[in-house]
Structures are given as C-alpha cells and as structure tokens.
C-alpha cells in the first residue's frame, strides 16, 4: 500500500507561483504513474497533471497547461508541481494520487486511486 504526504501549498497572491511535492513510500515508486488533481469549494475533484513512471511523458488539463509543470525524481520518490501565473480559479485542495497499475497509461485517469490528504492552495485577486 502505497503512502502519500503532499506539502508546499499556501496563500499567494495572482500571478504568483508555488510548487507542491508529494513524497511516496510503500512501494517501487519508479514503476507508477503519478498525477495532482485538485478540488475546489462545492466542485467534484478534477484532473490537473499526471506524469509517467520515467518521468518522459505528462500530460495536463487544458486549464492549466503552460502554467503548471508536473515533474518526478524517481531517486527521491517524490512527484511535484510547479506552478506559475496562478489565478483565484486555481484556488482549491490539491491532491497528490498514484496509479494502481504498473506502467499504466498516464491518461487512464481512474487508474489513479491512491490519495494523499491533500494540501491547500489559495491564490488571491
């Protein structure tokens, strides 16, 4: 069974950035795809970013690509997300999760069933 604690989130202000990691334990990190998905006030959860297992291949949610940067350190067994120009619209629980397949497919989005807690983020006008 696979652990995940996400860190990094906070308040910020528009147009800033913040970066969250996830560090992960339980199992061969390097074998599974990993993603950030987030959910706002009275709004279901929503994908944002996943990752493949190497670290080559992402893949974004329209809203936040060439904002956020989703990146993985296999060495470390931790995933992150950097993000940029932030918007109130950004605001939201963020959530690290993990695939449950090995070398899945990044765009399988309901393979992904492991969750941390989840970190706030809140971006200000």
């Known amino acids: 069974q696979v652990q995940l604690v996400e860190s990094g989130g906070g308040l910020v202000q528009a147009g800033g950035s913040l970066r969250l990691s996830c560090a992960a334990s339980g199992r061969t990190f390097s074998s599974y795809n990993m993603g950030w998905f987030r959910q706002a006030p009275g709004k279901e959860r929503e994908f944002v970013a996943t990752i493949s297992w190497s670290g080559y291949t992402t893949y974004y949610a329209d809203s936040v690509k060439g904002r956020f940067t989703v990146s993985r350190d296999n060495a470390e067994n931790t995933v992150y997300l950097q993000m940029n120009s932030l918007k109130p619209e950004d605001t939201a629980v963020y959530y690290c999760?993990?695939?449950?397949?090995?070398?899945?497919?990044?765009?399988?989005?309901?393979?992904?069933?492991?969750w941390g807690q989840g970190t706030q983020v809140t971006v200000s006008s």
């Open positions: 999760a993990s695939a449950a397949s090995m070398w899945g497919n990044i765009r399988d989005l309901a393979d992904f069933r492991s």
